[in-house]
């Protein structure tokens, strides 16, 4: 299918791209790597006038670390955090995380860690070509005033499918919003409105220019897990990925997130603050966790992507699970033998 | 729509068009320089069939648009063939092996395989299903082409 009209802009710099977002307000659609773009733009769910490549702007292609920190330009390729030392070490859960989004034909160029995070939410009834659409009125993500996931829902119900954002949220990451009003960090959590129509904080004039990550000490570890279907160009069903810090044989700091299930990736803070304390090889204490996660995830979950919606919630908890108990193992290998790695880490 | 001026360099040969903005690099392959060894599958990214290496890299031509891959080399399963008219040995293997049924997905699968062996010379069978992961292919079972693909590797 033919792409809708629009105008090509290739800005030189970062200070070129931002003007012309400003310029065009609203009418603008950063195009990174497009695997997600273009394919909206193909199904007519996206149709802007501009279209602004970040093709030139090579100053955003970076890893490096800056002090406690670790700072990921926004168009830094999937297969770069993939393989660099510095995130396998340091943050196994997005390294992993980014070998499962799409696959390594898509990893190489095209997929950014920037466009994964931006990535839009994504339901069975809205992801379809306008023809599959037009049988009906439009949904609350298309502008119209109904659901077809859930019934009399007065709101989208469409989920965050994002690997990347579940990951980055776990990890606790900053994420950098430029304009020409300036550059604001807005912690991951508040990048998320959690509404389906309109899912991220940022406004129409604002590029994501770089994801901050704290750099962990050494009895800290991170997981993520993801179910699919297919093993490569899926979107996740449900996921979940777990940070966790140990101090003298308990949990010390915890943060699991749910992913696949609302429209913005679900940190259980609730949960999370009561795996701490826990020894870490209290195996109940992950059995209740998982079971707490499900509880929760299952609360903002609905019948919107492509599996039962029993099977994701029962499903949620084992992701949960498996990201908890791989986190610990992790924590456990980084204090016990510094720099080991697990077989799963250095597979790519 | 304003038409933009591009240059295009496929296979070692720079093409100027003249191109809507709108015209993904499958679109202009086909239409505009009439390589069509490139498919079009899904149209979405998902089947792979597109494939095409965009500086030795594999990259879905149905999701890129043309104007993004001005400045670099693109490489089509046209351009698979060596200097002197030989198919390639992925391709010979592919034909050796039995590799192709209805040979859809065979020009997507080649440049993937091609991309993927140049960076791994010596995979195992793991490695690349995993490589060809992204490449759908819905007659062989795959058994073939992951054949193909280890007797190359195993001849260089």
Redesign the interface.
Known sequence: ????????L?PRNVEEALEMLAGHAGRAAV?A???DL??RM?QRLAQPAF?V?L?QLGGLNYIRRENSLIAIGATTPLVSLRDSDLIKTHFPSLAGAARLI?????Q???GTIGGNLCLQTRCLYYNQSPFWRSGRPPCHKDQGKICYAEENSDRCRSANQSDGACALMGLGAGIVLSSTRGTRSLPIEDFFTGKGESPFAAGPDELVTEIRIPVPGNSEGSSFQKLTYR???DFALVSATAWLAVEKGRISRARLVIGGAGASPLLLKETSDKLVGKDVHDKHAVEETARQARNHASAFMVDNLGSTLEYRKKMSAVMAKRAVQKALDRCLGNSSVKGRKSQEDQKS | MKKIPLVLSVNGEEYDIYIPPNRTLLEVLREELELTGTKEGCGEGVCGSCTVLCDGFPIRSCLTLAAEVQGTEITTVEGLKNEDGQLDLVQQSFIDRGAVQCGFCTPGMLMSAKAFLNRNPSPSEDDVRKGLSGNICRCTGYTKIVEAIMEVAKKK
Do not use: C, D, N, Q
Request: no cysteine; net charge positive.
């Open positions: 299918m033919r792409l809708p009209s629009f105008e090509y290739e195009v790597g497009g695997t273009i394919v193909k279209l490549s093709k799409g696959a390594p034909s898509i190489h160029l095209r093993s490569a160009v």
